[in-house]
């Protein structure tokens, strides 16, 4: 199986793990300002539960982007199997486990602290239920965009990642031992460092847009009076938050497809 | 290893560091300043629900402020494409 498999058994784990963590933490924010707001307001307990799901069912979502890489990783073993020496093609499998991994962990941790915060706010202020729900919504799908960056890179990366560059140093070995493929270097270096990148780049940026979202939501059900300028002022801001998950994507997709 | 496998391997190594530091240069530099202007803006939704008749004043801050945050982003930008183009 050589390195790149082994690379890529690891990186699947890495993926669903970190994923897991983020989402998970997340469901329970959510749950618990849910058990905190039927306390509150027993009479509306239908409604507050099914908003609770809503806002679960979006939470969801970062953790099952990363099974889908994890289950991607794992059926492109039979792939590693040809190069069994690949630095580059290792680097590909883990850099893609990572980026999702570590996108998922941000956007699923901040889509639970907007669903928290969301909940919090309906109980303090029941009748505006329906527009703190629209504006979680929002929130929730604008904190999931870092994940969706870190999935498209992670998907460049399963399925090949950086052109690698001719080979160089290809017979020179290590301790006369292990192929030490310095053409496949930076092709290695290209993929890690892409990977980290995003994964990273989308973590604050996720992590950003959903704080803001959750101030809004909290926001909004105290001053339902103030909702055109509360909705402005995140609006606005969320979108100079998201900038630098956006050059992190620069960046990235520069690293991928070879200057 | 001897000295001219050494030589060999300098030239694909620096390469190699210089691509994996543009890579974490930018993802470390996203990372804070992302945190940043989203904690910025959340405070101002929670000024202007408090106080809505500040809007414009708030709104203001907050862009300048966030502005400001955002130089750090455009930094890491900068030196990772020297990086990857150098």
């Given at each position: 199986?050589?390195?790149?498999?082994?690379?890529?058994?690891?990186?699947?784990?890495?993926?669903?793990?970190?994923?897991?963590?983020?989402?998970?933490?997340?469901?329970?924010?959510?749950?618990?300002?849910?058990?905190?707001?039927?306390?509150?307001?027993?009479?509306?307990?239908?409604?507050?539960?099914?908003?609770?799901?809503?806002?679960?069912?979006?939470?969801?979502?970062?953790?099952?982007?990363?099974?889908?890489?994890?289950?991607?990783?794992?059926?492109?073993?039979?792939?590693?199997?040809?190069?069994?020496?690949?630095?580059?093609?290792?680097?590909?499998?883990?850099?893609?486990?990572?980026?999702?991994?570590?996108g998922?962990?941000?956007?699923?941790?901040?889509?639970?602290?907007?669903?928290?915060?969301?909940?919090?706010?309906?109980?303090?202020?029941?009748?505006?239920?329906?527009?703190?729900?629209?504006?979680?919504?929002?929130?929730?799908?604008?904190?999931?965009t870092g994940c969706i960056f870190a999935l498209v890179v992670?998907?460049?990366?399963?399925?090949?990642?950086?052109?690698?560059?001719?080979?160089?140093?290809?017979?020179?070995?290590?301790?006369?031992?292990?192929?030490?493929?310095?053409?496949?270097?930076?092709?290695?270096?290209?993929?890690?460092?892409?990977?980290?990148?995003m994964?990273?780049?989308a973590?604050?940026?996720?992590?950003?847009?959903?704080?803001?979202?959750?101030?809004?939501?909290?926001?909004?059900?105290?001053?339902?009076?103030?909702?055109?300028?509360?909705?402005?002022?995140?609006?606005?801001?969320?979108?100079?938050?998201?900038?630098?998950s956006?050059?992190?994507l620069?960046?990235?997709?520069?690293?991928?497809?070879?200057? | 290893?001897?000295?001219?496998?050494?030589?060999?391997?300098?030239?694909?190594?620096?390469?190699?560091?210089?691509?994996?530091?543009?890579?974490?240069?930018?993802?470390?530099?996203?990372?804070?300043?992302?945190?940043?202007?989203?904690?910025?803006?959340?405070?101002?939704?929670?000024?202007?629900?408090?106080?809505?008749?500040?809007?414009?004043?708030?709104?203001?801050?907050?862009?300048?402020?966030?502005?400001?945050?955002?130089?750090?982003?455009?930094?890491?930008?900068?030196?990772?494409?020297?990086?990857?183009?150098?």
């Amino acid at each position: 199986m050589g390195i790149a498999g082994a690379a890529a058994l690891l990186a699947a784990g890495l993926a669903m793990g970190l994923g897991a963590l983020g989402s998970g933490f997340g469901l329970g924010l959510a749950a618990i300002s849910a058990i905190r707001a039927v306390e509150r307001q027993p009479a509306k307990r239908t409604i507050l539960f099914r908003n609770m799901l809503v806002g679960q069912a979006v939470t969801e979502t970062p953790a099952i982007f990363a099974l889908m890489v994890a289950l991607l990783l794992y059926f492109s073993l039979e792939r590693a199997l040809d190069a069994p020496w690949s630095p580059a093609r290792a680097a590909a499998f883990l850099g893609a486990g990572l980026c999702i991994g570590v996108g998922a962990l941000g956007s699923g941790f901040g889509s639970g602290l907007i669903a928290h915060d969301a909940l919090d706010g309906m109980s303090a202020n029941p009748s505006s239920q329906g527009s703190v729900l629209l504006l979680m919504l929002i929130g929730q799908a604008w904190a999931q965009t870092g994940c969706i960056f870190a999935l498209v890179v992670s998907l460049f990366l399963v399925s090949g990642g950086a052109p690698s560059a001719p080979a160089g140093a290809e017979d020179l070995r290590l301790w006369s031992l292990i192929p030490l493929a310095g053409g496949e270097m930076a092709g290695a270096a290209r993929n890690l460092g892409s990977s980290l990148a995003m994964g990273l780049g989308a973590v604050g940026s996720s992590l950003g847009i959903a704080f803001a979202g959750g101030r809004a939501c909290r926001s909004l059900a105290a001053a339902p009076a103030a909702g055109a300028r509360i909705r402005a002022v995140y609006f606005i801001g969320s979108a100079t938050a998201q900038s630098p998950s956006v050059f992190s994507l620069i960046v990235a997709l520069i690293l991928l497809l070879g200057a | 290893m001897n000295e001219e496998t050494v030589k060999l391997l300098i030239g694909p190594l620096v390469q190699a560091f210089a691509l994996l530091g543009a890579g974490i240069c930018m993802g470390l530099g996203g990372l804070g300043p992302g945190l940043g202007e989203g904690y910025a803006a959340g405070k101002a939704c929670e000024a202007v629900a408090k106080r809505p008749e500040e809007y414009a004043q708030i709104f203001r801050t907050m862009l300048v402020g966030q502005a400001v945050t955002e130089s750090c982003a455009i930094y890491a930008l900068v030196v990772s494409i020297i990086l990857v183009f150098h």
